[in-house]
């Protein structure tokens, strides 16, 4: 695991209700995500964006749950049961050196990563496997908390997209965050 990964506490901070006065999963996502779309979730801890995404997917579609902390996907597995979205999801514990998208192949029509690049040892393998796993057309919403990654930093995170073959498509307004729409 990276040295800075999100420690379990901070993914109970990050699942508050009082988050959506800033970022409203409800307002940013519904561009995105459709029904019966198939939708992955990288670094989703505690499903703050997750369990919102299986609302918005209905029963035809599904969220992949991914995360590199077992408890985080515990706690989200019963926050999904509670919320009525179970059926929707697939949890799946990743490993340091894959995401474990390699059966989605060309699958995936949307995929979020919130928060999580920065943690990511190694973007270009986020990009590459992400883009894999992407239908021709699909987009990969990147948003990185402004306060804990600098603009540059987040520049450069957006290049090594670029280099994986990502297109930019947009800069979605997100409350406190960089963010872009890129396209496969
Ligand atoms: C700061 S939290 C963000 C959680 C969520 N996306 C959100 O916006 O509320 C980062 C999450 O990414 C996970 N993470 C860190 N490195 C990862 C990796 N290499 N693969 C998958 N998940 C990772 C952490 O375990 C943590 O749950």
Known sequence: MAEHVCP???????????????QNPQKI???????GM?????????GFFSIPMAGMVGPKGR?????????????????AVKAGV????AYRLCAND???????DQGVDFILASAVAHEVPDPARL??????????GGRFLLCEPAGHVSRQQFQDTVEQ????????????????????????
């Open 86 to 89: 179970d059926a929707a999801m």
């Open 63 to 79: 969220v992949v749950c991914v995360d590199i902390q077992e408890k985080m996907l515990q706690s989200l597995k019963k926050r």
């Open 161 to 184: 997209a670029r280099a994986c073959g990502y297109r930019v498509v947009d800069s979605p307004g997100i409350g406190r965050s960089h963010a872009v729409l890129l396209e496969k």
């Open 38 to 46: 198939t939708v992955v979730d990288i670094g989703c801890a505690m």
């Open 127 to 136: 990009f590459t496997e992400t883009r894999r796993a992407l239908k021709p």
């Open 8 to 22: 379990v506490w901070v993914g109970y901070l990050l699942s508050s209700p009082l988050r959506k006065l800033i």
């Open 29 to 35: 996502l519904p561009p995105h995500v459709k029904p």
């Open 98 to 104: 894959s995401f474990g998208l390699e059966d989605l």
